[in-house]
């Protein structure tokens, strides 16, 4: 464990409150404030990443070290290592909710692994930081378990997201509501090691900004620059609108790619968008089953669906706005920064056609290809068709003779097969027909299709089985949906972990809708 290399550049460059005190509290003037971790009494460790292991240099047997135990617990700090909790604000549903900050995690320091790459660690649950308002630092084993699963699960999809090395179970219980009903009960506590380049948010240069804080708001972008983005010159005369040109790109590329897969945040406010593009904060996250695009899994949101499937987009751009917002009171015109807003558009056009065409076999995308997808998606949202389960048969029409019975098993209800089984034929012809177009046979098409249309992803309701069996004790799911998790375009996945949603999941807690609660 002692391998582990540290070279702390955030806090190091950047001011921070140093007093170690704990109460909840402003802080104005810094980034971070210096914390400990608060160590809990029978830490247990329930489930590392193999993978992220690895991208430390650190090997199964330091993952079974009782140095490894302490530190990822928060037990114990390790040479090199600093605790600080980070400051950061955010737009909460859309309004601006001031300071937030890293109210439960605390970073443990950054890791230079040996390709010179930079890792931050960070403990989710670890205790309470000045940033804990009237909330206690904790996290209860169904959401870490959530967030560490998804983080893997993310990665091998191919997707931007932070990563998850370790799940320790505290051995103390949380109080939650889970439900928000005022029922709350006592729960397991958790911590998860969190691994990412960055973990620096649009609300961190938010919080600068709104408390006009300029000149380390202007330290800030150009620390973030230097060590994120060593791809921006600093020395060019246009590096800050090449670079928030550049958080622009990531922020539509990210986006698209949740859609490919159905993916859907649950959270967008700006606290929880990542500078770096990654997915972050797995909170009441979720994978829409039967396609609908104004599907949400917070219950939090299920008035305004501010924050559904289809609204990531619109999302995304409207949180870029609110950092350019901030960002502005440094920048030296406005103009640069909507022109980074401008690329979003253009990035997320082209980004958005580019997906659909690879989720469809399309070797180009045409004008008319617009018109054939929305038809489809919007049957399959009138007939409830399983996405994920919809796009792995498709891929195997043939081209000649389109057959709707491949299509039958994406399909929840007989009833809905049944009275939409022309509709969907009829545009499997037209399907057909666009194919023919195209030089390709319908085995390369059925291979590059595959590779952009999961067989596997982390369903809702695979997740919260997964939860019910560690909770008693069973970690088996657990591996099993990891190792699933790792080969997500591969056919070979057992039926049990590729299943549609069964019915019993439709209105269980946690397996369709989930509270922020965690
Ligand atoms: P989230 O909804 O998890 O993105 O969190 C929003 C804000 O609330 C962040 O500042 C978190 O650090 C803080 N927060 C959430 N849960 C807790 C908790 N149990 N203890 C302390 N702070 C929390
Ligand atoms: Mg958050």
Same mark, same amino acid.
């Given at each position: *464990?002692?391998?582990l290399?540290?070279?702390? @550049?955030?806090?190091?460059?950047?001011? /921070?409150?140093?007093?170690g005190?704990q109460?909840?509290?402003?802080?104005?003037?810094?980034?971070?404030?210096?914390?400990?971790?608060t160590?809990?009494?029978?830490?247990?460790?329930?489930?590392?990443?193999?993978?992220?292991?690895?991208i430390?240099?650190?090997?199964?047997?330091?993952?079974? !070290?009782?140095?490894?135990?302490?530190?990822?617990?928060?037990?114990?700090?390790?040479p090199?290592?600093?605790?600080?909790?980070?400051?950061?604000g955010?737009?909460q549903?859309?309004n601006?909710? $001031?300071?937030?900050?890293? $109210?439960?995690?605390?970073?443990?320091?950054?890791?230079?692994n040996?390709?010179?790459?930079?890792?931050?660690?960070?403990?989710?649950?670890?205790?309470?930081?000045?940033?804990?308002?009237?909330?206690?630092? @904790?996290?209860?084993?169904? !959401?870490?378990?959530?967030e560490?699963?998804?983080?893997?699960?993310?990665?091998h999809?191919g997707?931007? /997201?932070?990563?998850?090395?370790s799940?320790?179970?505290?051995g103390?219980n949380? *109080?939650?509501?889970?439900?928000?009903?005022?029922?709350?009960?006592?729960?397991? /506590?958790a911590?998860?090691?969190?691994?990412?380049?960055?973990?620096?948010?649009?609300?961190?240069?938010?919080?600068?900004a709104? @408390?006009?804080?300029?000149?380390?708001?202007?330290?800030?972008?150009?620390?973030?620059?230097?060590?994120?983005?060593?791809?921006?010159?600093?020395? !060019?005369?246009?590096?800050f609108?090449?670079?928030?040109?550049?958080?622009?790109?990531?922020?539509?590329?990210?986006?698209?790619?949740?859609l490919?897969? $159905?993916f859907?945040?649950g959270?967008?406010?700006?606290?929880?968008?990542?500078?770096?593009?990654?997915t972050?904060?797995?909170?009441?996250?979720g994978?829409?089953?039967?396609?609908?695009p104004?599907?949400?899994?917070?219950?939090?949101?299920?008035?305004?669906?501010?924050?559904?499937?289809?609204?990531?987009?619109?999302v995304?751009?409207?949180?870029?706005e609110?950092?350019?917002?901030?960002?502005?009171?440094?920048?030296?015109?406005?103009?640069?920064?909507?022109?980074?807003?401008?690329?979003?558009?253009?990035?997320?056009?082209?980004?958005?056609?580019? *997906?659909?065409?690879?989720?469809?076999?399309l070797?180009?995308?045409?004008?008319?290809?617009?018109?054939?997808?929305?038809s489809?998606?919007?049957l399959?949202?009138?007939?409830e068709?399983?996405?994920?389960?919809?796009?792995?048969a498709?891929?195997?029409? !043939?081209?000649?003779?389109?057959?709707? /019975?491949?299509?039958?098993? #994406?399909?929840?209800?007989?009833p809905?097969?049944?009275?939409h089984?022309?509709?969907?034929?009829?545009?499997?012809e037209?399907?057909?027909? @666009?194919?023919?177009?195209?030089?390709?046979t319908?085995?390369?098409?059925?291979?590059?299709?595959?590779?952009?249309?999961?067989?596997?992803?982390?369903?809702?309701?695979?997740?919260?089985?997964?939860?019910?069996?560690?909770?008693? $004790?069973?970690?088996?799911?657990?591996?099993?949906?990891?190792?699933?998790?790792?080969?997500?375009?591969?056919?070979?996945?057992? #039926?049990?972990?590729?299943?549609?949603?069964?019915?019993? #999941?439709?209105?269980?807690?946690?397996?369709?809708?989930?509270?922020?609660?965690?």
């Amino acid at each position: *464990m002692n391998k582990l290399n540290f070279n702390n @550049r955030f806090v190091t460059e950047l001011p /921070g409150d140093e007093t170690g005190m704990q109460q909840s509290r402003q802080t104005q003037g810094v980034c971070w404030a210096a914390v400990s971790p608060t160590p809990v009494q029978r830490p247990n460790l329930l489930a590392y990443s193999s993978d992220v292991l690895r991208i430390l240099n650190l090997s199964d047997d330091d993952a079974n !070290s009782d140095d490894f135990l302490a530190a990822f617990c928060g037990n114990r700090l390790l040479p090199g290592m600093t605790a600080y909790a980070s400051c950061y604000g955010g737009h909460q549903f859309g309004n601006w909710a $001031g300071q937030l900050g890293d $109210g439960r995690a605390i970073a443990l320091g950054e890791v230079l692994n040996n390709e010179g790459e930079r890792w931050e660690l960070q403990l989710k649950g670890a205790g309470m930081t000045p940033y804990s308002r009237r909330a206690d630092g @904790r996290a209860v084993l169904r !959401s870490s378990l959530r967030e560490f699963l998804c983080s893997e699960a993310m990665h091998h999809l191919g997707i931007p /997201g932070t990563r998850a090395l370790s799940l320790i179970a505290t051995g103390e219980n949380v *109080m939650r509501d889970m439900l928000y009903d005022g029922n709350p009960a006592l729960e397991p /506590g958790a911590v998860v090691c969190r691994v990412a380049p960055s973990f620096t948010r649009f609300g961190h240069f938010e919080i600068l900004a709104a @408390r006009g804080e300029y000149a380390l708001l202007q330290r800030l972008i150009d620390f973030t620059i230097d060590r994120d983005f060593p791809q921006i010159d600093r020395q !060019s005369p246009d590096y800050f609108a090449s670079w928030f040109k550049l958080v622009c790109e990531r922020t539509a590329r990210l986006v698209v790619e949740w859609l490919r897969v $159905g993916f859907v945040h649950g959270v967008m406010n700006t606290d929880n968008m990542s500078i770096i593009g990654l997915t972050l904060d797995y909170g009441p996250y979720g994978w829409v089953d039967n396609f609908d695009p104004g599907w949400t899994p917070n219950t939090t949101d299920e008035e305004w669906r501010r924050y559904s499937l289809a609204q990531q987009p619109p999302v995304a751009r409207w949180n870029l706005e609110r950092l350019a917002d901030a960002l502005a009171t440094v920048a030296t015109s406005r103009s640069m920064l909507n022109e980074g807003l401008v690329h979003f558009d253009v990035t997320l056009q082209t980004g958005l056609s580019t *997906m659909l065409a690879g989720k469809f076999g399309l070797l180009e995308w045409q004008e008319e290809d617009a018109a054939l997808t929305e038809s489809i998606f919007e049957l399959m949202q009138r007939a409830e068709v399983d996405m994920t389960e919809f796009f792995r048969a498709l891929a195997n029409v !043939s081209q000649q003779a389109p057959e709707l /019975g491949i299509l039958r098993s #994406a399909f929840y209800r007989e009833p809905l097969y049944q009275s939409h089984s022309a509709l969907f034929y009829a545009w499997l012809e037209r399907y057909a027909a @666009r194919l023919a177009q195209q030089q390709d046979t319908d085995e390369a098409r059925r291979i590059r299709m595959n590779l952009v249309n999961p067989r596997f992803i982390l369903r809702n309701y695979l997740a919260q089985q997964a939860i019910d069996a560690a909770t008693n $004790g069973d970690m088996s799911l657990i591996h099993a949906l990891m190792e699933a998790a790792r080969h997500p375009y591969d056919d070979d996945i057992s #039926a049990a972990l590729t299943a549609k949603r069964p019915d019993w #999941a439709i209105n269980k807690p946690g397996c369709s809708m989930l509270s922020c609660s965690s």
